[in-house]
């Protein structure tokens, strides 16, 4: 055999490496994104329900902070949150929950599914990235109805303020908005993957609804006794108060100083955040011990 | 060259032992007891590229446990093995890109979707350029006769064909090593046949290396000239398959067919009578005594017919099995 021919692994790997990563992960999301499509389709009244009863919860809770808004002007004396500022914080909400829904929830979910039966192995075997893999192989299409209803919400909050947000606001909205995905997607996987240690974990979802509980409020009514010390440790240490908070600040309003040191703050949160629950993901898969076949 | 070495690979597991009744379940919230299982127990061993090894074992043996290491699913406890230069739990993607796992028992495809979905998303995870995937999956689906099959839902196919699909789903990176974990689970004769020939077939033309364990004889028969018995975790065989029989069975089957349906009393002291059914009957003799022991039988008796075989391998193997589990656990 002629040993300055390359073998046919390395005209593989040579091919493989050929397209970029960026454009061979962008492929394989979209595949995903396809497939989920194809198979949400195929139970098309399972996804027609879906979408109604998502519109429906979301016209429930906008009807319930809408009967609020007849008793008061605003959300708390001064804070500048009144009816169509916090409409705008209700549809950055939306924004941030729909996208964690449609792409991260089905899958952090399953994950602990996953983990426990031990269809995680395949996961180990492909040539990539594992936690990429775990993390969006299933897109929930339907949630995605949520995120128009959002911008709806948001086109018609500004009209009522009067407020036209200039280029930045608009550039760094969706960067916040996608700071607020990133940061509850690592508290979420950082939760699935010690389904790896504790063997089961079923308090995802319950988790995801009390932290979502206090993202989904303004931060200045964390004040007083017993809300400095949430507004404190919800801001700092598990940075949820900043996820809608700083997107919404944006949209409706000029930043002060401190909200723009919590801008700030909120993308070095988002980096910390998504540094160490890839740590934790990392840690976790050593210690996989697959389920018997 | 060894493509797969394996030095004194072991894995271990702690388990919970979890007490009977409410009161030790409640206690077990405080203070736990775990024992520790271990699964493989320093295994030695090396395979040549090309080879067709089968694993053979009891359940609970450490065979799966074995290919999972490899696949490096699971990290050891200690040992090192290397796969075509790779150390398998590091995870390259340079590895992962050359190896693949089928399991019997687990799939892979989605479930809600045609199987041709499943390959497409394959093809871009392992960045198959279109014109290879589009040959590779051509040929597999041929040679596997499914093809009329690829647009249906995998929830919809047969066992036999989803394991078709399985396989096809592995084999289209072209692995040049695949781990096989009980391919042929719960398929019926005539399935467990197009699997072991599309094996036999494609081993052979491609060359690859393939670790296969399954519970079927015909399986290993049919595939493997060589074969890895592995018991608590150790292996006690590495040889070829006849000589399962020369190593671990004792005996031979003696089969005497008398002239008359009235077979002579006393034959109880050439061997143990295993059947009669006159004018046949069966002795399980020793097999070093084979010689004598057929003088003695024709110096005594007319017999009209007279063959000496080996005894089934499957009772073979059954019997290595059920020794082992009577020994006392290795420590």
């Given at each position: 055999m002629n040993s300055e021919l390359p073998t046919r692994y390395e005209i593989r790997t040579e091919r493989a490496s050929a397209r970029s990563a960026p454009s061979r992960y962008g492929a394989v999301f979209l595949m995903f994104a396809r497939n989920s499509l194809v198979r949400d389709m195929t139970f098309r009244a399972n996804f027609i329900i879906e979408v109604i009863s998502a519109l429906s919860w979301m016209s429930m809770y906008l009807g319930f902070y809408i009967l609020i808004f007849e008793y008061t002007p605003s959300i708390g004396a001064g804070t500048g949150w009144g009816k169509y500022q916090f409409f705008a914080f209700?549809?950055?909400?939306?924004?941030?929950?729909?996208?964690?829904?449609?792409?991260?929830?089905?899958?952090?979910?399953?994950?602990?599914?996953?983990?426990?039966?031990?269809?995680?192995?395949?996961?180990?075997?492909?040539?990539?990235?594992?936690?990429?893999?775990?993390?969006?192989?299933?897109?929930?299409?339907?949630?995605?109805?949520?995120?128009?209803?959002?911008?709806?919400?948001?086109?018609?909050?500004?009209?009522?303020?009067?407020?036209?947000?200039?280029?930045?606001?608009?550039?760094?909205?969706?960067?916040?908005?996608?700071?607020?995905?990133?940061?509850?997607?690592?508290?979420?996987?950082?939760?699935?993957?010690?389904?790896?240690?504790?063997?089961?974990?079923?308090?995802?979802?319950?988790?995801?609804?009390?932290?979502?509980?206090?993202?989904?409020?303004?931060?200045?009514?964390?004040?007083?006794?017993?809300?400095?010390?949430?507004?404190?440790?919800?801001?700092?240490?598990?940075?949820?108060?900043?996820?809608?908070?700083?997107?919404?600040?944006?949209?409706?309003?000029?930043?002060?100083?401190?909200?723009?040191?919590?801008?700030?703050?909120?993308?070095?949160?988002?980096?910390?955040?998504?540094?160490?629950?890839?740590?934790?993901?990392?840690?976790?898969?050593?210690s996989y011990r697959s389920a018997s076949s | 060259m060894a493509i797969i070495e394996i030095e004194r690979l072991a894995k271990s597991y702690r388990v919970y032992q979890k007490k009977e009744g409410l009161l030790a379940s409640v206690g077990g919230l405080f203070r736990r007891q775990h024992r520790e299982v271990q699964a493989v127990r320093d295994i030695d061993l090396h395979v040549e590229a090309g080879e067709f090894v089968a694993f053979l074992g009891p359940n609970g043996a450490g065979k799966t446990t074995t290919l999972k290491l490899l696949s490096g699913v699971i990290t050891p406890t200690r040992g090192m093995a290397r796969v075509m230069g790779h150390v398998p739990w590091e995870r390259s993607n340079a590895y992962r890109r050359r190896f693949a796992l089928v399991m019997g028992q687990k799939n892979q495809l989605w479930w809600d979707l045609p199987a041709q979905e499943s390959f497409r998303l394959h093809q871009q995870i392992y960045g198959i350029e279109a014109a290879e995937f589009e040959r590779v999956r051509d040929e597999l689906t041929s040679l596997l006769d499914v093809r009329s099959l690829l647009g249906q839902p995998v929830r919809e196919l047969s066992l036999g064909e989803r394991m078709k699909m399985e396989l096809i789903a592995a084999l289209l990176h072209s692995p040049e090593v695949l781990f096989l974990d009980e391919p042929t689970i719960g398929l019926d004769v005539i399935a467990q046949h197009n699997i072991q020939t599309f094996l036999r077939h494609y081993q052979e033309t491609r060359g690859i290396t393939i670790l296969l364990t399954s519970h079927y004889m015909k399986d290993v028969a049919a595939l493997c000239r060589r074969v890895v018995i592995i018991a608590r975790g150790r292996i006690v065989y590495d040889g070829s398959l006849s000589g399962i029989i020369d190593q671990f069975s004792g005996h031979k089957v003696v089969t005497l067919v008398f002239p008359t349906e009235v077979v002579p009393t006393g034959l109880e002291r050439f061997g143990e009578v295993i059947s009669h059914q006159a004018p046949r009957v069966k002795l399980k003799v020793d097999r070093n005594g084979i010689g004598e022991l057929l003088s003695a039988i024709l110096a005594e008796h007319t017999i009209e017919d007279v063959s000496v075989e080996d005894p089934p391998l499957e009772e073979v193997i059954a019997e290595v099995f059920s020794s082992i589990a009577k020994e006392p656990a290795p420590v």
């Open positions: 209700l549809a950055t909400t939306l924004f941030v929950n729909s996208i964690v829904e449609a792409f991260f929830m089905p899958n952090t979910e399953e994950l602990s599914e996953l983990i426990r039966s031990g269809g995680l192995d395949f996961a180990l075997l492909k040539p990539i990235d594992t936690q990429f893999l775990v993390s969006l192989q299933r897109v929930d299409w339907s949630s995605l109805a949520n995120f128009l209803f959002a911008a709806c919400l948001l086109g018609y909050s500004l009209l009522k303020i009067g407020h036209v947000p200039g280029w930045p606001q608009l550039l760094l909205y969706p960067l916040y908005v996608g700071c607020g995905v990133g940061m509850l997607y690592s508290l979420m996987i950082t939760l699935a993957a010690t389904s790896i240690w504790l063997g089961r974990n079923q308090t995802l979802y319950d988790f995801w609804f009390y932290i979502t509980n206090f993202s989904r409020y303004p931060r200045e009514i964390y004040s007083g006794t017993y809300g400095t010390p949430l507004n404190i440790a919800f801001t700092y240490i598990l940075p949820v108060l900043l996820v809608v908070n700083v997107p919404a600040w944006l949209m409706v309003r000029p930043l002060n100083a401190e909200e723009w040191s919590l801008a700030v703050y909120a993308l070095v949160a988002t980096a910390a955040c998504l540094a160490l629950s890839r740590w934790v993901f990392g840690r976790a898969l050593l | -």
